[in-house]
Structures are given as C-alpha cells and as structure tokens.
C-alpha cells in the first residue's frame, strides 16, 4: 500500500464528504482488527473535519455563546471489520435539516476495495448549554442545504 499525502486530505465531493484515514496499531486488538468504538472515533473525526470543510467553527460558537451541536443519537451497523494499516473512508452525508436538528449518514469504508465496513445514521442537535435545543443558526443550515443540493 503507497498512499501519497493528498489522498489523505479531507474534502467536500459532490453531496457528501470524504475523511480519508489509515488504521493504526492502537485502534486493533492483537489480531490487527478494529475495535468496535474505533469506528465512533472515525466517524467523529470525520464530522469535526466535515464542519471544517464547510468553515464552521463549534469551538468560537461555544466560547462567544456556549453554543454547539451534541450528538443525541447514533445507530451503528457493522458488516465487516477493518484491520490494521488499511486506507479508509469516512464519508459524511446530511440527510435532513431541522430547525434544531441535522440527520446524518456515514459509510465508513476500504478504500482500496470499497467494501462498507460500518454505516452510521447519526442525529445531532444544536444545544445552548444549560438550557437545551435551539434553532440551528440560518448560516449554518444554508451550509448545510447548499451541499445536500
């Protein structure tokens, strides 16, 4: 496996969004296979990059205002287990936006061989600490509409 440095640049392709990886020692157990809560890490980093992407700052919204999006649900199916050193996917899809909420889905898969290793439908909501749901700012659902276009 040779992966140059641009394939493992995160990027906005079409509707969906693409957190290239490579799996490391510390996310195997001793036969060289993910753990399970693994693929959480993968698919929260892929989220983090995804907003980055998209040029949305949680951390200023949560200092200026104690405002950020938590994620309130997550569904996981996993069909087959990575291993150590493969080169995988997380790609990110929003499904819906709410007022409050965003629906999301998100395939992490062998990039090499395509094959889907986990599929998450992921729900998160935007909160103002200590004092629960708020409406999603209307420059970030905008974000979020143009891309699912």
Known sequence: MTINEAELKSRIQGDHHLYP?????????????????????????????????????LNEHLVK????????RIEVDYLN?????QF???????????????NLEQIIRNQEAGHIFARLQ???????????????????V???KDIMV
Not at 88 to 102: A, H, N, P, Q, S
Request: glycine residues 6%; proline residues 2%.
């Open 21 to 57: 990886l490579i799996v490391q020692y510390e996310d195997t157990d001793a036969g060289g296979v993910v753990y399970h809560s693994n693929y959480l890490n993968y698919a929260e980093r892929g989220r983090s990059a995804f907003l980055r992407c998209l040029e949305i700052d």
């Open 65 to 72: 205002e104690r405002k950020t999006i938590l994620i309130s």
């Open 81 to 85: 287990p990575a291993h150590l050193n």
């Open 88 to 102: 995988i996917m997380v790609e990110t899809r929003i499904c819906d936006v709410g007022k409050v909420k965003l």
């Open 122 to 140: 992921v729900q998160a909501v935007w909160v103002e600490l200590d004092k629960g749901a708020r409406r999603l700012p209307e420059f970030m």
């Open 142 to 144: 905008q974000k979020f």
